[in-house]
T-cell receptor
Framework: GAGVSQSPRYKVAKRGQDVALRCDPI?????LFWYQQALGQGPEFLTY????????KSGLPSDRFFAERPEGSVSTLKIQRTQQEDSAVYLC????????????FGPGTRLTVT | GENVEQHPSTLSVQEGDSAVIKCTYS??????FPWYKQELGKRPQLIID?????GEKKDQRIAVTLNKTAKHFSLHITETQPEDSAVYFC???????????FGKGTMLLVSP
């Protein structure tokens, strides 16, 4: 079946612009995760959802970052007033359930803030 | 919170040799340990995982071992091939929290 998809794949934003990144998880997967991957580093946790409920947002770096999953399927990560330090690959992952189930990643959105 | 250390950061081997990547974790409550392979510009792909109720798991040329007492786990790749060249990430999870903490990655280069 189809894997996790993300759009856009690449986004260039001028400093101060708002951006919205979309994630379509694997159909039927309850849990959805957002990670940030800086160049040459491992993914770092941002936030996660179980269905439409955001259960953990402890990794969001500032109040400029906001995520939602209103119908428990597609999720959007929004970054307001982008800064250069926001430049990274934003990865989305989904899993069938919570609690130690395999997480499958999307291809990521590469955000470059100029 | 959890902290995962991964070594080495780069590893070069000849085709046919074995490769070993090691990780340590800090949270004794962590109980799920996946390994991901990431090729340049591609998504991380789950290649093998292990849960804390077993000490070793094998899948063809790859195996993972876990030592809960020492809080370390390792990835073993035998008979390496050039297509194994990629960055490999270990990760740890406390299933009560569901979030993965990743190591910084190991760039594996397999030369023909």
């Amino acid at each position: 079946g189809a894997g996790v998809s993300q759009s856009p794949r690449y986004k260039v934003a001028k400093r101060g612009q708002d951006v919205a990144l979309r994630c379509d998880p694997i159909s039927g997967h309850v849990s959805l995760f957002w990670y940030q991957q800086a160049l040459g580093q491992g993914p770092e946790f941002l936030t996660y959802f179980q269905n439409e409920a955001q259960l953990d947002k402890s990794g969001l770096p500032s109040d400029r970052f906001f995520a939602e999953r209103p119908e428990g399927s597609v999720s959007t990560l929004k970054i307001q007033r982008t800064q250069q330090e926001d430049s990274a690959v934003y990865l989305c992952a989904s899993s069938f359930e919570t609690g130690g189930y395999e997480q499958y990643f999307g291809p990521g959105t590469r955000l470059t803030v100029t | 919170g959890e902290n995962v250390e991964q070594h080495p950061s780069t590893l070069s081997v000849q085709e046919g040799d074995s490769a070993v990547i090691k990780c340590t974790y800090s949270d004794s409550a962590s109980n799920y340990f996946p390994w991901y392979k990431q090729e340049l510009g591609k998504r991380p792909q789950l290649i093998i995982d292990i849960r804390s109720n077993v000490g070793e798991k094998k899948d063809q040329r790859i195996a993972v071992t876990l030592n809960k007492t020492a809080k370390h786990f390792s990835l073993h790749i035998t008979e390496t091939q050039p297509e194994d060249s990629a960055v490999y990430f270990c990760a740890a999870m406390n299933s009560g929290y569901s979030t993965l903490t990743f190591g910084k990655g190991t760039m594996l280069l397999v030369s023909p």
